[in-house]
C-alpha cells in the first residue's frame, strides 16, 4: 500500500515561510513525479507545484518565485512557501504520480497564513 505522510503546515503570518515535506513509501513502482496541489474552502483543488525524478520542476503562474519544490529524485518531495499571503490559506496535498498511470495522495495538511 503507498502511503504518503505530509508535515510542516500551520499557522504562519503574512510575509512569512514555511517548508512542506512529504515522504512516499511502499510503492511497488518507480515513482516518476511528485507534486503539491492545495484546496481552499469552497475552491476546488488546484496544482501549486510539480517535480519529476529528473528534477524538472513546473508551478502554477501564480507562485511562481514565492514557492520552490524541490525533492530527493526518489520519494521525498519539499515545498518552500515564502512571502506566503493571506490567499495562500489552505490545505496542501501531496501527490506521487506512479508507473502504470497510478496516482496517490496524501492525507493533507493546512496552512494558515493570518495576522
Request: hydrophobic residues 30%.
Amino acid at each position: 500500500q503507498v502511503r504518503l505522510v505530509e508535515s510542516g503546515g500551520g499557522l504562519v503570518q503574512p510575509g512569512g515561510s514555511l517548508r512542506l515535506s512529504c515522504v512516499a513509501s511502499g510503492s511497488p513502482y518507480t515513482i516518476n513525479a511528485m507534486g503539491w496541489y492545495r484546496q481552499a474552502p469552497g475552491k476546488q483543488r488546484e496544482l501549486v507545484a510539480l517535480i519529476d525524478r529528473g528534477g524538472d520542476a513546473n508551478y502554477a503562474d501564480s507562485l511562481k518565485g514565492r514557492f520552490t519544490i524541490s525533492g530527493n529524485g526518489k520519494n521525498i518531495v519539499y515545498l518552500q512557501m515564502d512571502n506566503l499571503k493571506p490567499e495562500d490559506t489552505a490545505v496542501y496535498y501531496c501527490k506521487a504520480d506512479l508507473s502504470y498511470f497510478q496516482s496517490y495522495w496524501g492525507q493533507g495538511t493546512q496552512v494558515t497564513v493570518s495576522s
